[in-house]
């Protein structure tokens, strides 16, 4: 009986806590979180086991950037696990806590952050809230070329994970030098025959590890100092112009894939003009996860420029849950 007691406790709380959340004949949530990579889920986990009773909107892709990724060697807890596994297991842990009911797979499609309670848009559905978390996350960047956007699917891609298995024993380049290009190309090995990375430095900005992992591969060659000015080919990838960005010499590389690996920029259109957002597009917080508005909070890669990571992530998740916590009741809004 002990260890049903916790959950029965929770579940009567959810139930007495939403005798207060009608308002005009209307339910009203106590907190709404947008998201779900590791900030969603943390936030989800926390704010669910504070008795907020949640809702979870984690759009049509849920998972966040770690879906897109291969191997994860530095969450604590796991030697190493592959990112999708690693994203499932957050996943079934926010379901031991929430009902089916209040976890959505729809995307948001915009927000009303100057009424309160504040109204999040799903397509045709609108839901109120006391308070909300964003953990929208980031999304791939490209090079903003026109045959690139032209040949997304036909050799261009974004994802290594998802597309390298159709690159067996072909030529592929990974274009950046961040943590990701060296994951992208370090994976992509296993299937290319040959890998070159482009970057337009004459040194990488990733971790020591990953870079190491590079410069040891065989099968991976390195082009410095240089941009990729053109995507070639007419139905399918067939080459990339390039440019020395120090003596302007120009040429074509002839390659069979072009994987994009130049960062990531945060999911905040919609919050556009109704918080703080920076010149990078970032929510602006103080105090850890505060934004402009009273009730709302970012986690996660939504608002975090400088650390971008996993279990980084996980923690303003848990932040902004407690945060929440407290807004509410301070509000007396919950008891």
């Not at 065989?218 to 990339?240: M, N, R, Y």
Request: hydrophobic share 40%; charged share 25%.
């Amino acid at each position: 009986m002990a260890s049903v007691f916790p959950f029965t406790f929770i579940k009567y709380k959810f139930i007495y806590n939403s005798i207060f959340k009608v308002q005009g004949g209307r339910m009203v949530e106590n907190v709404i979180i947008i998201g779900s990579g590791p900030a969603g889920y943390a936030a989800a986990i926390y704010a669910a086991r504070n008795d907020l009773d949640p809702m979870l909107i984690r759009g049509l892709q849920a998972g966040g950037q770690l879906m897109l990724t291969s191997l994860v060697e530095n969450y604590p807890g796991f030697d190493s696990i592959l990112g999708p596994d690693l994203m499932e297991k957050m996943s079934q842990h926010s379901k031991k806590f929430l009902p089916p009911s209040k976890i959505i797979d729809r995307d948001v499609t915009s927000v009303d952050l100057n009424v309160y309670p504040y109204k999040i848009y799903v397509e045709d559905t609108v839901y109120e809230t006391y308070s909300l978390i964003i953990a929208s996350g980031a999304s791939a960047k490209w090079l903003g070329l026109e045959n690139e956007k032209r040949l997304i699917g036909k050799g261009v891609s974004g994802c290594a994970v998802c597309d390298a298995f159709f690159f067996k024993n072909k030529s592929v380049v990974v274009v950046g030098g961040g943590d990701s290009a060296m994951e992208d190309a370090s994976y992509l090995s296993k299937f290319a025959s040959d890998v070159t990375i482009i970057h337009r430095r004459d040194k990488f900005r990733a971790s020591s590890i990953m870079q190491d992992r590079v410069f040891s591969n065989p099968k991976i060659k390195i082009i410095w100092d240089t941009v990729v000015e053109d995507v070639l080919g007419k139905d399918h990838v067939e080459g990339v112009k390039l440019k020395n960005v120090k003596t302007g010499e120009e040429r074509v590389l002839p390659t069979q894939g072009v994987f994009i690996a130049i960062g990531h920029s945060p999911n905040t259109d919609i919050f556009k003009g109704q918080l703080q957002i920076d010149d990078l597009g970032y929510i602006v917080t103080h105090d850890n996860v505060k934004t402009s508005k009273d009730g709302v909070f970012a986690a996660g890669d939504v608002q975090d420029r400088r650390y971008k990571q996993a279990v980084v992530a996980a923690g303003w998740g848990a932040m902004s849950a407690i945060e929440a916590t407290k807004f509410l009741e301070e509000k007396k809004l919950i008891k």
